[in-house]
């Protein structure tokens, strides 16, 4: 599916007539450069804002690379390296316990972070604490394995990120449908998830 394929769609989901002006040309090469000039500018949450799906990114992102590669002296294209961002995303306190709420007031107490109720995930075995902006997520989660606390990292590329990390001595321990569980070098699992965070990619670092 070619980018100005999942433009149109995304106009057909969400009216965006001006920006979609913005982006189409008739000299394909023209429309190209528009589209990779936009494609640097917006951040993953405003593509799905936009209308776009997590899957129709990971497209965006592949044609991005091989429409932005520079030319050599003899004229070829050579393709540019896809770029990805990731941060620190949350500390989970895995609780094995009875009763996730019990758990979640003293977690609350020692950070002095309230038990915030009305967040989405704050339901079945998970308990989230008030979040101060542009600090990471402290949650609280009832398991069955020994207690422990593990982190998760945020990412625009989920196999980019994987592939990133691989590279530095992790292991892949389960793939989920949503996230990747790894093992670091030393030992300890985290994750590798999608954007939970707002303001994404604002303090995180950039891997080309």
Known sequence: ????????????????????????????????????????EIGYLQLLQFGLTPDDIAILREERASLSGARTSTGTSVKAKPMHHSRLCAVLIDCKSADVDEAARFWAAALGRPVDLEHPMSRGNY?????????????????????RVHIDIETDDIPAEVRRLEKLGATVADRRERWV??????????CVVRIQRPGFPKNANRWD
């Open 181 to 190: 569980v790894m093992q670091a070098p030393t030992g300890q699992r985290f």
């Open 1 to 40: 599916m070619s980018v100005l394929r999942i433009v149109t769609l995304a106009e057909d989901r969400k009216p965006t007539s001006s920006l979609v002006r913005r982006l189409v040309h008739p000299n394909r090469d023209t429309a190209k450069k528009r589209i990779c000039q936009w494609l640097s």
């Open 127 to 147: 308990r989230m604490l008030e979040t101060p902006p542009d600090e990471p997520v402290v949650e609280i989660q009832r398991v069955e394995h020994e207690s």
